[in-house]
């Protein structure tokens, strides 16, 4: 049964690191300081790290978050083949949301800056200050983050208690049948969460999509890759839309910033689900590991 609905995690899944603790100060990050753990603050840092010399090196802070504009390219082409962006597959396109444990406000402008944000329906995270606050946090203005306030989220993003919750809403909401949803997600004790409740994918190692997995996705939504066009203008639609997604200039493709894992102790403790027979997907290292609703 072809794919609907697919939910993604955001940190070390869209991403190739995990963003809200290289932002928080993560010693592997390698990101020069202050760290910021609110939400208000970690979307200042994004803004000022967007114009940090080094970064911009590497295509700027957002793509190297993402491990490089070719990684980007690739992912901005599998999520216009799941939405129906190109004309022959609008009228059956498949959703694609965000569930993460990471912050709205600079989950939604990274993905605003590499023109991805626009293929999701809904993004579902933390606000305000969640995870506490630094120093640096309780300088931070309001008003110094000028029209990039908007990215910051609502109450209505916020308020869930698992992804699996927001999952079992979202089926319900639509109609769907939990064969026709898939989760996405790097770590093992959010995708033993979801057994019974859709079809799931373990992105591993926790590095982000990578390309066989991305072909994999597709196939699963019986999608063909679909090839982007060199941007001609400024301006994307999608489904009748203006919004104008962001054209990263042609740079290094891999981030060096970072190599950020979950730190010490924090490690998932779930144990593998069975993947189904023959839908491993090995790419570079990253496997696979499919899961079917039981």
Known sequence: MPL?????DFDQTLSAVHVYNSLAGGTEAGLPGPAACSELGQLSRVLELSHHPQLQQQGGFAAACF???????????????LSGAAE????????????SRGLVGPLQKLLDQLGLLQFF??????????????????EVQRAALGEDIRFLGTQQQS???????????AIRKRGLSREEVLFVDDQAHEIKSMQGACRSLQVYPPRGIGEGQMSEILRHAQRQPWARPAPRGPTAERRGSSRTAAT???????????AYSTPPGKESKG????????????????????????
């Open 88 to 99: 022959q597959l609008r009228d059956a396109g498949v959703e694609c949301m965000i569930c």
């Open 159 to 169: 308020q869930w208690s698992s992804k699996r919750q927001v999952v079992e809403i």
């Open 271 to 294: 144990k593998w689900l069975p993947a189904l027979p023959g839908r491993k997907a090995p790419d570079r290292g990253r496997r696979a590991l499919w899961c079917c609703p039981q």
């Open 248 to 258: 990263p200039s042609p740079v290094a493709s891999q981030g060096s910033f970072l």
């Open 4 to 8: 609907r609905l697919v939910v993604f």
């Open 121 to 138: 329906s809904e993004v579902y995270a933390n606000i305000g200050d969640t995870y506490g606050q630094t120093g640096y946090d309780r």
């Open 67 to 81: 491990g490089g504009l070719a990684r980007v390219g690739r992912l901005a082409a599998m999520l216009e083949s």
